[in-house]
Structure formats: C-alpha cells, structure tokens
C-alpha cells in the first residue's frame, strides 16, 4: 500500500458523459500528479499539481481538467467522454517538487461505452 | 523532449535464470532514474531509484541496476528470478526542470515455474 487513494476503482459511462476521478496524496506529501495508461499511449504524464497550484502540464486534452484543493486531495474532470479516453489513471504523489520519487495509486479504471 | 526506450517488449524465462532489462533515455543534463513494477492488477511499485552518487543502485526484491552515463543507460537486473516476479517493469526518468515521469513502454517479464 502506498498511502495514495484513488476512488473510483472502476468507472463504466457513456460517450459525451462527464465524470470526476478523485485522488488523495500520502500524508505530507505536497504534489500531485496524473497519469492515463492506455494499451496503445502506454503511461503518460497528464498534469501535476503542487500545494494547490498548477505546476506543469502533460498530454492533458482540453477536455480534461484538474485541480488540488486546500486539503491536497485532487481532482481529475475529464468531459465530453470518447471511446478512445477508456484507460486508467493513475495519481502519484511525492513531498515536494525536487527530486522525489513519486508513489503511485491504485488508478481508476474508465470504461467508456 | 526526453525519451525513454526499453527494447525488450516481452521476456520469458525460467525460475532461478537472470534477468537483465534494458532501459535507454535520451537526454543530456542531470536525470533522476526509476524503475517500477506492476503486478497484474495492481499499481505501479517502486522497485529503486537513482539521483546521484553510486551508479549501482539496489532496490527491494533482489533488483540492481547499473547507471552508465556514457551509454544513457540503466538497465535494470536480477540474479535469479521467481514466479513471483511476473509482471510488467516500466523503466522512468525526470530531469532537473520537469518532474513528471516519462515513461519507457514497459517490458513484460514471464518466469515460468
């Protein structure tokens, strides 16, 4: 167990639906970051938030959108749902932003139909 | 942009044989190296990690791996594999302005017992 959350575990929605990944960081730690697994992308780096603020950005659709609350747990929205969007996403994070390793979440699991 | 290749797509082998994974980046300043592992059906674990100072680097289970800076490379290595060991590595790096990981394509390990 790596301290990090993820909830949902599995997420089924249809085409042109909206749905909300939430993830929350081990105890102290500061940043957050997505990531989609997809059998033909492989893991790729979405965004990462760092103690509320956006930090960088990644292969994140505009579509997709995220943010981190007061309490560090962060959110994924992704919209306008397609098939191709069916993946799963992980959070990962790490205490700070220098040169920490990061600590990965169970993922969502999103199926879209 | 950086890049991670990891040249071995699938690898089987026997319990006790050695492993040597290969992880080549494309980048040239200072980089953070990684590699993880996932179980089937599970998340992404750390297995080690290097930043600096040793370039052979133990991580948990009985992995090493070998930082040459002249090749980019970090293979990753075991001595003697489990059944246990199944699963699919990814190999990663982040540099000193971008703290996301990028990712190789993974290299899925089969031990058969």
């Known amino acids: 167990d790596s301290g990090v959350t993820q909830t949902p575990k599995h997420l089924i929605t249809a085409t042109g639906q909206r749905v909300t990944l939430r993830c929350s960081p081990r105890?102290?730690?500061?940043?957050v970051y997505w990531y989609q697994q997809s059998l033909d992308q492989g893991l790729q780096f979405l965004i990462q938030?760092?103690?509320?603020?956006?930090?960088a950005k990644g292969n994140i659709l505009e579509r997709f959108s995220a943010q981190q609350f007061p309490d560090l747990h962060s959110e994924l929205n992704l919209s306008s749902l397609e098939l191709g969007d069916s993946a799963l996403y992980f959070c990962?994070?790490?205490?700070?932003?220098?040169?920490?390793?990061?600590?990965f979440g169970p993922g969502t699991r999103l199926t879209v139909t | 942009a950086q890049s991670v290749s990891q040249h071995n797509h699938h690898v089987i082998l026997s319990e006790a044989a050695s492993l040597e994974l290969g992880c080549n980046y494309s980048?040239?300043?200072?980089?953070?190296l990684f590699w993880y592992v996932q179980y089937p059906g599970q998340h992404l674990q750390l297995l080690l990690k290097?930043?600096?100072?040793?370039?052979l680097v133990k991580g948990i289970k009985g992995f090493e791996a070998e930082f040459i800076k002249s090749k980019f490379s970090f293979n990753l290595r075991k001595p003697s594999v489990q059944w246990s060991d199944t699963a699919e590595y990814f190999c990663?790096?982040?540099?000193?302005?971008?703290?996301?990981?990028?990712f190789g394509s993974g290299t899925r390990l089969q031990v058969q017992p």
């Open positions: 105890s102290g730690d500061l940043s």
């Open positions: 290097y930043f600096s100072g040793d370039p």
């Open positions: 990663a790096v982040n540099n000193g302005g971008r703290r996301a990981l990028t």
């Open positions: 938030y760092y103690n509320g603020e956006e930090r």
């Open positions: 990962a994070s790490s205490p700070g932003t220098g040169a920490y390793e990061q600590y």
């Open positions: 980048y040239g300043g200072t980089v953070n």
